[in-house]
């Protein structure tokens, strides 16, 4: 069974950092793309982060300078360092991952940047 479980948000005051996690129990993990996207209240769901199985690495514009997303194999977990938040990054936060083309999201980790 595919599961991906998100955690690390919560609220945090602007120019402040957190660190998502997100574990995933699937099979070959090191060859899996694992992106992270974000939802804000009213808007669409929007991509965020990339990392590949190489570690090749690509971000939205929006978060370029900011945020950093890595993978560690050994544990089958993908992190998303967020740097810098602005109110404009509150959102709910999913990590996905494609398997057979068929796409698996996580639960989603609330993530609200406020003073």
Known sequence: ??????SGGGLVQP????????VASISNFGFRTLRWYR???????????TITSDG???????????FTISRDDAKNTVYLQM????????AVYYCRTSIAYQPYWGQGTQVTVSS
Do not use: F
Not at 1 to 6: G, K, P, S, T
């Open 15 to 22: 120019g402040g950092s957190l660190r998502l996690s997100c």
């Open 56 to 66: 090749s690495t690509n971000y939205a514009d929006s978060v370029k300078g900011r």
């Open 1 to 6: 069974q595919v599961q991906l479980v998100e």
């Open 83 to 90: 740097n810098s938040l602005k109110p404009e990054d509150t």
């Open 39 to 49: 939802q804000a209240p009213g808007r669409q769901r929007e991509l965020v982060a």
